[in-house]
């Protein structure tokens, strides 16, 4: 059992001791002001920014032919609470399917309560960074603190008005995913749209030789743990960690509101009691869906007329047009037959 922080604050949270990598403790909770949140609605574990970026470069691999993450030998998590460890793998952390270089589907700006405080983070580098791939211009919350614009590593949060517990995609990025595993391309554009190679034209023996650069492009992917950046002023903040369900898919979890109290074992369940030297596939399979795109697209909604006030619950349709540019690599040349007499 872990007791209950500030239970007047309403939440599930719990102090939080130590937090380590494969062994090795990190510098976010030697202060002893840590606490986690038990979420039950949360899909992803939630990291203080900005130390969420120094976790997700720790727990991020290559990802190679791999088509399921959650094989990846990669680090262990412990999170020490009072009493108890609680510890994840990567079956538990990482997202299915490997991302491509210059990819991110994490929202750039996370929870975030606007702040002076938290403003001061946006601009950090963040787990929401792709990795590699050019990072979009600064936060104008955060340059209104008089924080420098983003540059390599440093991404641009959605606006600071969006909803406190707001998790949704918040980037511009698409992709599309083939049999192989691996994600192919970016949303159409004006320049994307057209082959990015040329034709060479050759009149030796009547052949035509073609060569693309997509022959040549080598696409890297890899493995990303489910993590969003946490930006909480006090009294919650600023060192919260959300425990989603990166966590309770692993612990069962038990809420003892006359104890103000929160119980934790592990769940009994195949992956939770099976040897890890039983694991001998390390590539895994796609889902059955993986033929389905893969798109974020941010969108600003306001009121009709500009009149400010409590906005009242509203339903929205919004019509997204989509474009699919496809590009056939050529057929390898065949050795010409010889002539008959």
């Not at 002893?32 to 038990?38: H, P, S």
């Not at 192919?184 to 035509?208: K, R």
Request: net charge negative.
């Amino acid at each position: 059992w872990a007791p209950v922080a500030m239970p007047e604050l309403g939440y599930w949270q719990i102090h939080i001791v130590a937090v380590r990598i494969n062994g090795v403790e990190l510098d976010v909770c030697k202060d002893g002001t840590c606490r986690g949140v038990v979420d039950t609605g949360t899909s992803h574990l939630g990291i203080p920014a900005p130390a969420d970026a120094e976790v997700a470069s720790l727990l991020t691999t290559d990802a190679g032919d791999m088509l399921d993450c959650r094989l990846a030998e990669a680090p262990e998590i412990e999170i020490e609470l009072e009493g108890y460890n609680v510890t994840l793998h990567p079956f538990n952390y990482m997202r299915r399917l490997p991302l491509r270089e210059g990819v991110s589907v994490s929202s750039p700006q996370g929870v975030h309560v606007p702040s002076a405080e938290t403003n001061a983070t946006l601009n950090a580098p963040s787990s929401a960074d792709p990795v590699g791939g050019q990072q979009p211009a600064a936060h104008p919350a955060a340059l209104a603190q008089g924080t420098q614009p983003a540059g390599e590593g440093n991404p641009a949060p959605s606006t600071p008005e969006a909803p406190a517990t707001a998790v949704a995609a918040a980037t511009d990025n698409a992709t599309a995913t083939v049999a192989e595993g691996a994600p192919v391309a970016e949303p159409a554009t004006a320049s994307s749209a057209a082959p990015s190679g040329g034709a060479v034209a050759s009149t030796g023996a009547g052949e035509l030789q073609t060569q693309t650069q997509a022959e040549e492009e080598v696409v890297r992917r890899f493995c990303r743990p489910r993590l969003m950046p946490v930006r909480l002023p006090e009294p919650l903040g600023p060192k919260l960690f959300i425990l989603g369900e990166p966590v309770l898919h692993r612990y069962y979890t038990v809420y003892d509101w006359a104890n103000h109290r929160v119980g934790f074992s592990l769940a009994n369940n195949r992956r939770n009691t099976m040897d890890p030297a039983e694991i001998t596939d390390r590539r895994g399979t796609l889902p059955k869906e993986v033929d389905m795109l893969l798109m974020q697209k941010r969108m600003t909604v306001t009121r009709e007329g500009g009149k400010k006030g409590e906005i009242q619950e509203e339903s929205m349709l919004v019509q997204v047009k989509l474009r699919l540019s496809v590009r056939q690599r050529p057929a390898k040349k065949q050795p010409a037959l010889p002539a008959l007499p």
